[in-house]
């Protein structure tokens, strides 16, 4: 079974420009994007449909068994500090593969749980993380069913990663994607924005607020869910998470190649996020989250999708924030709180580094 | 949706005794055991049909669609080197993953790839490791469909962890689980065993010798579905990876509650791997192979089964090695070479860390 391991494609990387890994190549923006959609998809050959928070993937059907379709994704959690206000990496990895399965319209039913720990973590640590991914796990209504335990050497590791896979079932009918974005579509937000981040940079800048910034950590499917029961017809879903609100319209705007314009008077964001963004030099549009999402649903159906968020624990502030304007560009572009209009692209650097 | 974040349940590990996470806890023998049994799978909740290589689970019918029977799994990667002779952590991390969901008698279909990597990684290391995963998922049949990158700083990774998950649908109505082992039941090994942990050791330790030890890592899934399309009645699978042969047989024997023996004598190990092993102090029966796997069928079917195996490239050297005895003791017996009888027990420490 020995095959050639001599790769002669030529690496799709500017290696001139880019010879080694950077921190802004997981951090969510512009070089991100380009290791995964120059490297990972093409030579993976990645199906379209899979090209998002989860891949949405038709199971072959098998005698007596016609086909189900499923959503299937991932994530490795490196998020320091461990501990943060208002979560820790375990609940986090659990929220996160949740809200990637929601993302897709999928009912989240398994997850994977993978460790990779470094020799001296504390074994109380272990064990506090271990408590709080189950109890993550029982309020997101998912069962833990495999895993994996991987033990690298002192100064080889950094405590704890987690990767968290999971798989859901799809019911619905829609194809929540961006070819489905259509122009007109209302761009809605469930709530305000920049918590997740400001909570873990406050920790690690030993800043001290007011008031604490407990991150918004917080399993999304359920709410999703009401959402499609309910019969709405979403055209697209998608978590903010790093990179924040501004990257998530543009992965949209880009793959539906469609102009969207969104209003910043209309978009939440805390006092205390807000001061602290300033004080930091962060702008919150860029911003992690780790329990908010978009949903793009037809102008008509907006008052009932709002209806439904703000019933909802994890929508009570939810709110129209945009709409899809064209297909004549793919920019993002934004009304500024002083009236003006300005370009919201992908940043090239990396913002907040190991922030999930 | 905060939740005490106070978890007061007793740490079911000796936190005296055990206070850090030691290399042994992920080394495969009775420290990595103690750590899953007595913390993951209780806290978890994990139930039973999962408790092996991968999950087996039913997915929920939904209209339209009755219930499928899936396989889910993950493994995380962490071999150092990164390179060896045979493969390298990208089709390791195909190979392993696909591996797991065979050995659950599915048929592998959808894996995820999910990136730590460490800032200053060389860009052309990971086009490598690439390419590698992509042509042993072409190899072994699957695609990657989802993925996920994160950066940690220089110092705190090891170049690069891949974690793999992994989708695979069963097919068969076979209950392939511990429970289903019969006392008399044959042990089938499909080759020699012993390489890949003495590929690794041999570069790890700069040893040389006649002839370069490869790494047997390969895709197992296609001679367990022919033997499953031979209507076989197979027992068990397991491969037989960190602790080897031997903590294969003590994980079935303990599940299964029954004795199992195995003659010394039958389990093919090749001279150049045995001479590594001498020089490196490690018994060929606790090394890790990629490769190599045990099914277990009644002995009537040891005819069939043996020639299904001998016939494909990854079982020419298949053979009975041993069978169940009783069901009044779960301890794994061995015939020596020279005649005599011995226990052979789970390791209590790590043999190999960071093996795969």
Known sequence: ?????????ACPIEIDRYPHVMLAHGGGGKLMHQLINQMFVPTFRIPTNCQ????????????????????????SYVVHPLFFPGGDIGSLAVNG????????????????????????LPMST????????????????VQIVTGDTKVVDRGKGDGIFINTAGVGIIESDLIIAPQSVQQGDAVLLNGDIGRHGMAIMAVREGLEFETVIASD??????????????????????????GGLASALNEISLAA???????????PVREDVQGACEILGFDPLYVANEGRFIAFVPQVQVETALQ??????????????????????????MRTSIGSTRIVDLLSGEQLPRIC
Chains 1, 2 share one sequence.
């Open 52 to 75: 998002h928070d989860a891949a949405a993937i038709d199971l072959p059907s098998t005698p007596g068994h016609p086909a189900a379709r499923i959503a299937f994704t991932t994530d």
């Open 257 to 267: 190649n469609m102009g969207i314009s969104i209003d910043e008077n209309l978009i």
């Open 126 to 141: 272990l064990w506090q993380i271990v408590q709080s991914m189950q109890q993550a796990a029982r309020i997101a209504n």
């Open 217 to 242: 950590t917080a399993p999304l499917a359920d709410l999703v869910l009401k959402l499609l029961a309910a019969g709405l017809e979403i055209h697209i879903l998608r978590d903010l998470t790093r």
């Open 308 to 333: 439904i968020m703000r019933s909802h624990p994890l929508g009570e502030n939810a709110c129209e924030i945009g709409r899809v304007t064209d297909n004549s560009s793919n920019l993002v572009t």
């Open 1 to 9: 079974m020995s095959e050639p391991k001599d790769f002669s494609l």
């Open 97 to 120: 593969t949740v809200n990637d399965l929601a993302m897709a319209g999928a009912r989240p039913l398994y997850l994977s749980a993978s460790f990779i720990l470094e020799e001296g």
